[in-house]
């Protein structure tokens, strides 16, 4: 998941953070992998929810992702940054600049959460290319259960990962690929599915990418 996949160096799987800490240490934002000039296609599905501009927003696995700098050129004023690394939420702190103090950054794993699980009524659940990294059932369940946990009734869950066509592996990791019903599944009944398609990424370097964007209603108690 950095740079050229040829450049990839399959990571020490007990040592994910100083991986992915390398990687955005290695590469400017603009040069990584899964570099979006423009989050169009998760901007629409957020549009869509209608939620009021200080209702909010937690983006996980977000990097150092343009799209809080786009939530913040709209209007949007409780944007939550998630990421694992460090490194990327310093890149994106340093980037936006006094915009940062609109932004709450969270350091924490979404498999083993220790701040993310003090969140509630999260009014939009945002993720972008991340919980196709997460192999194992524990793990899996780990990151649907913070789900279930932090989004409000009525609240929505945005996840776009690797279609079922898409790349069996990302930077030496294999990735679990998904369709929508596979994402209702996990969610469950408590979620209604509002949106889904298709849309194939084109990588910085010009490789295709597959992925599957869905948008997912919670019901109310």
Known sequence: M???????KIPDENNLKTHWNTAYTKNTTEKLGW?????????????????????????????????????????????IANDFSEKALSDLRERLGEEASKVSFL?????????????????????????HFFLKKEEQDAYFNLVKKVVS?????????????GAEK???????????DMLQERLGDDFVLKEDFNHTFINPYGG??????????????
Request: charged fraction near 25%; hydrophobic fraction near 35%.
């Open 35 to 79: 570099y979006e000039e423009s989050s169009k296609e998760t901007l629409d599905l957020i549009h869509k929810t209608g939620i009021d501009k200080n209702a909010k927003i937690l983006n996980v696995g977000v990097g150092s992702s343009m799209l809080v700098d786009e939530l913040l050129a709209k209007g949007y004023s409780n944007i």
């Open 208 to 221: 295709e990418r597959p992925y599957v964007y869905t948008l997912f209603q919670r019901k109310s108690k």
């Open 153 to 165: 009734p009525n609240g929505f869950v945005i996840i776009a990962v690797f279609a079922l066509d």
């Open 170 to 180: 990302c930077c030496g990791l294999e990735l679990q690929r998904y369709n929508t």
């Open 107 to 131: 350091i924490d794993d979404l498999t083993s959460s220790t701040e993310l699980k003090k969140l509630d009524n999260v009014a939009i659940w945002n993720d972008r290319a991340v919980l």
């Open 2 to 8: 950095t740079t050229k996949e040829s450049d990839c």
